[in-house]
């Protein structure tokens, strides 16, 4: 039950796109597609960002989008603003007894 | 609106027990899985414990097995988490979740679980 593999920062300016990785195995990322997002401030609960893959939940700007390939789930954030300046984490069903696995998570900082 | 708010978090000594409760509104909670999931002060998020509708099914994180237990009372809208022998690494906020697909769809502010002598 290993936790997803993230990078543990990612920066852009003002305007710009970012993509935060999201490596597993066969047996969750790369086995299903059931990859969600999740977007979390400093002292508040997280807040899902994409699920299945590539859906957004309703009220969550187009500027967030999702992708995967193999083993490897990605988060695209276009038009970079500053409050998407948070920890973001993916998550994934998994074959283990856990039912899910979250990744390490990344912080996205906005220059 | 869908509430969730836990209760019973605070400070408990090492082999200890505490039980964590979840009350749930603003949707019919015997249709949906819930999970208990916990986060490390400055750490990330790791998924605890989740448990079906009608409570049939559970599944837990190795490190909390034969140590906590879920459950739910759907007549009262409530997600539990029993948790016996209890550690220092077991200190986090513990977050209820309302599952669905394997996604957390909605969550809880968090009740904080300290563990230290």
């Known amino acids: 039950q290993s936790a997803l593999t993230q990078p543990a920062s990612v920066s852009g300016s003002p305007g710009q796109s970012i993509t935060i990785s999201c490596t597993g195995t066969?047996?969750?990322?790369?086995?299903?597609?059931?990859v969600s997002w999740y977007q979390q401030h400093p002292g508040k609960a997280p807040k899902l960002m994409i699920y299945?893959?590539?859906d957004r939940p309703s009220g969550v700007p187009d500027r967030f989008s999702g992708s995967k390939s193999g083993n490897t789930a990605s988060l695209t954030i276009s038009g970079l603003q500053a409050e998407d300046e948070a920890d973001y984490y993916c998550s994934s069903y998994t074959s283990s007894s856990t039912l899910a696995v979250f990744g390490t998570g990344t912080k996205v900082t906005v220059l | 609106e869908v509430q969730l708010v836990e209760s019973g978090g605070g400070l408990v000594q090492p082999g200890g027990s505490l039980r964590l409760s979840c009350a749930a509104s603003?949707?019919?909670?015997?249709?949906?899985?819930m999970s208990w999931v916990r986060q490390a002060p400055g750490k990330g998020l790791e998924w605890v414990a989740s448990?079906?509708?009608?409570?049939?099914?559970?599944y837990y994180v190795d490190s909390v097995k034969g140590r906590f237990t879920i459950s739910r009372d759907n007549a009262k809208n409530s997600l539990f988490l029993q948790m016996n022998s209890l550690r220092d690494e077991d200190t986090a906020v513990y977050y209820c979740?309302?599952?669905?697909?394997?996604?957390?769809?909605?969550w809880g502010q968090g009740t904080l679980v300290t563990v230290s002598s």
């Open positions: 448990i079906k509708q009608d409570g049939s099914e559970k």
């Open positions: 603003g949707f019919t909670f015997s249709s949906y899985w």
């Open positions: 066969s047996s969750d990322v790369g086995g299903y597609n059931y």
């Open positions: 979740a309302r599952t669905g697909g394997y996604v957390v769809s909605y």
């Open positions: 299945e893959v590539s």
